[in-house]
């Protein structure tokens, strides 16, 4: 997709498609989840995205490179999972985020002060740290090496990040930006220094997530993603929520799990020793088979390049959401029900269950993109398109010349605006290839035929030629006279 100019109306008919896109949390997590995420909500008057796809990425950071989510014996998937909000200002954006920092800094506070106790404790600028915010890919290579080989950022507006990877210049920072796209798998990362020094992690797991504003968003996707980034990154625009001060719910109950808790017990489990691989039961190999090969299909129905890019990532995406869904799940059920959550207790087997909440949210996110990217012209409903193009069709379909050329009916202003057919960007002013997606998209409807003929330059053109009414089966007599019916109002 090439880049196209955003009117505020465009950009505000995007984000309120994707806004009325249903989703609930309670649905894809269980019960003492959905407790805490719905009291922290409830708490700061945000509506339960605001949290809940934070936390995953957080959940993910607790294992890092200690966890490994297996397919089969050639598939293995790294606890990585890259998680965007969109939302405007004003929307309670810092509250969310520090419901996730402040435990997690507790957290790195609790690791620091166990190295104070030690003898051998490494220096301040060397201990290892959980959080990170500003930084050059220098210091992030030294701080990982010197933090397990992982990290989580956290933004209230992630642009903060972007801006820092040049993603709005043409040529952007091109060595962050494939370092970056490097991480996203859990590669090894080589760094050579300016004092000729080489470092070198075998494993990583960087992590982030984050809120940004909807008009940013949509100009992001927008844009022709050759390199690949957007597809890793899961976005959600939930609907806004206004919440009287009165009716907002504090203290919060003193029943539910705290944050704190889960984060340490994973952590702690996944840190302790090997690596942790996790697999699917057999019936849910099955239903993964399923899922894959339904997303498969989507990508091969469509011949959006970005969107092929972004279903074939959601295949990624299920297989990581699936094990850090698990994880999490356990998690929060032991410490509910006061279980010791060690090494010997854990349960390592994804189930369907698992898989199939997976689903529901990659589905989602999935969804969430199509409306916030331009439409593609392949997936645009045939009655929706005849009724808002019907005066333009009506008199491509009246016009005497017979057979239409592409070249005749832009000439004559007869094509409404349409999306380019590799691009998707939608061209106020037609062009031979927009019209013969036009033009093809009338043959699909059993308007006419498409057929190539000489020119009298002996050059082969695209020609459309009608079909007379009493040519035409039932369907397309009724599709004519409901046009009909659209021009004369």
Partial sequence: MASEKLSPELTKSRMKAAQEIDFEVDGVCGEHVFKTIDAHCRAIGAPHPFIFFPLLTVIASCMGVKAIFTVNEEWHEPSILWTVVAARKGEKKTPACQRLLKPMAKLETDLRNEDDDNDKAPSPDRQPQLLVDYFSFEELHSLMSRSGCQILAIYDEVMT?????????????????TTLLSLFNGSSWNRNFKNNTTGKMENTAFNYSGFIQPKFLIDMLQRDDQAGFYDRIMVVCPPEISVPFQDLQVP?????VQFYAVFKAIRDLHQAGDIIRYTFDEEAKKTFAQYHDDLQDQKSSTDDENKRGHIVKGITHLVRLAGILHVMEQAFNAIAGNLPVTRDSWNTIISTTSLDRAFTIVSYCLNQKWALMPPSFSVDDPQHFLQKNANKIGKFLSCNKLPITASFAVQNHLVPPMPHPITGVMTKQPNVQT?????????????????????????QCNVFRKRKYNEHNETGQNDLKTENQHRAL
């Fill in 161 to 177: 990040l972007y801006q820092q990877l040049d993603l709005y210049k043409p040529s952007g920072s091109k060595i962050d930006k």
């Fill in 252 to 256: 919060m109950p003193a029943d539910i």
């Fill in 435 to 459: 019209t013969l997606a036009f033009m093809n998209k009338l043959k699909d409807m059993g308007f006419g035929d498409v057929e190539q003929q000489s020119s009298q330059n002996k050059r």
